[in-house]
Antibody
């Protein structure tokens, strides 16, 4: 059974940093691209970043480029999202999902990031 | 990039069929057969319902179907059931190697 478990969310002040993790199991992690999607309270889904299977290719939405860094550790079956210079508008539930170009076929349950003073 | 365009809400009675349209551009929906649809119940993670325009993942009811014409994709749900009440999001790969989502459509089963 495919499982994705996000962690690392919490309350942070504007300008602060946070690192999210996504622990994967039930599939060959090192053979699959991965994606981060967020959802602000009461709002829709927003793609923010994807990474290729080997980690050599990364992609970002304009709204987070230069502030967020996606990475992965295939030996640990773990995906990361390093977030710096956080803004109030980054407040959202952050989901990791399996896939990139085509379908996002499995999603984690999400982790809440709240940016507030 | 702007989000794909979906109606904010649709509704239908049990047993009826509804269609949700999702409009993009030639740089996303019109340029690739990488359109997918997601169902999200309140407080839950999104669930993949349709991928690559027309394909259903294993376990998804055949009451759900997808299609595309030009820059517009659509999701049709036939034989509406109470459990179908949820938010639905379309998504497409883009020419910038990014992904766009629609703003979401709230389906109400009357």
């Amino acid at each position: 059974e495919v499982q994705l478990l996000e962690s690392g969310g919490g309350l942070v002040q504007p300008g602060g940093s946070l690192r999210l993790s996504c622990a994967a199991s039930g599939f060959t992690f090192s053979s699959n691209a991965m994606t981060w999607v967020r959802q602000a309270p009461g709002q829709g889904l927003q793609w923010i970043s994807s990474i290729g299977a080997s980690g050599d290719a990364t992609y970002y939405a304009d709204s987070v480029k230069g502030r967020f860094t996606v990475s992965r550790e295939n030996s640990k079956n773990t995906l990361y999202l390093q977030m710096i210079s956080l803004r109030v508008e980054d407040t959202a539930v952050y989901y990791c999902a399996k896939g990139r170009v085509g379908a996002l076929d499995y999603w984690g349950q999400g982790t809440l990031v709240s940016v507030s003073s | 990039q702007s989000a794909l365009t979906q109606p904010a809400s649709v509704s239908g009675s049990p047993g009826q069929s509804i269609t949700i349209y999702c409009t993009g551009t030639s740089s996303d929906i019109g340029g690739y057969d990488y359109v997918s649809w997601y169902q999200q119940h309140p407080g839950k993670a999104p669930k993949l319902m349709i991928y690559d325009v027309t394909n259903r993942p294993s376990g998804v009811s055949n009451r759900f179907s997808g299609s595309k014409s030009g820059n517009t994709a659509s999701l049709t749900i036939s034989g509406l059931q109470a459990e179908d009440e949820a938010d639905y999001y379309c998504s497409s790969y883009t020419s910038r190697s990014t992904r766009l989502f629609g703003g979401g459509t709230k389906l109400t089963v009357l």
